[in-house]
């Protein structure tokens, strides 16, 4: 589709300066169907409104937070944000932050675990004691 550019739309270098991601990324997340905004100015260049950078910002933070590509497309093709379409895009969101609480909290025990064997590491190192002594 090709529309006119408004002043506010970036370029996809911009965008890629703006979030970190590569410009090849960025072209693989728009053939995934990952980012449903993206226009062309008339010489067929990708221009990035708002609310297209907008979304590549979600759809970075989505991956991030380990949220599988077909579940972010899943999220895409249910429609732009109408109150219609919101409800289940809620539903995914939700879903994707209880998995993340439950990753956090093992992420919290996992630390506990290493923060006490470094403080247990540090006391042998402290009395020249070898770290692999079998010693409570």
Not at 24 to 43: A, C, F, M, Q
Not at 68 to 84: C, D, M, N, Y
Request: with cysteine; glycine share 8%.
């Amino acid at each position: 589709m090709t529309t006119t550019a408004t002043p506010t739309a970036l370029g996809i270098r911009e965008v890629s300066e703006l979030t970190g991601l590569t410009p090849d990324t960025l072209r693989w997340y728009e053939r995934e169907g990952l980012i449903p905004l993206v226009k062309r100015n008339s010489d067929g260049r990708r221009r990035y409104g708002p609310a297209a950078v907008r979304f590549v910002r979600l759809v970075q933070a989505l991956r991030r937070t380990g949220m599988p590509i077909a579940e972010i497309r899943h999220f895409v093709e249910l429609g732009p944000g109408t109150p219609e379409h919101a409800v289940g895009r809620l539903r995914i969101l939700q879903e994707q932050e209880e998995r993340l609480h439950r990753r956090r909290a093992e992420l919290d025990e996992d630390l506990r675990v290493m923060r006490h064997k470094m403080a247990d590491f540090r006391d042998l190192i402290a009395r020249g004691r070898n770290c692999e002594d079998d010693e409570d």
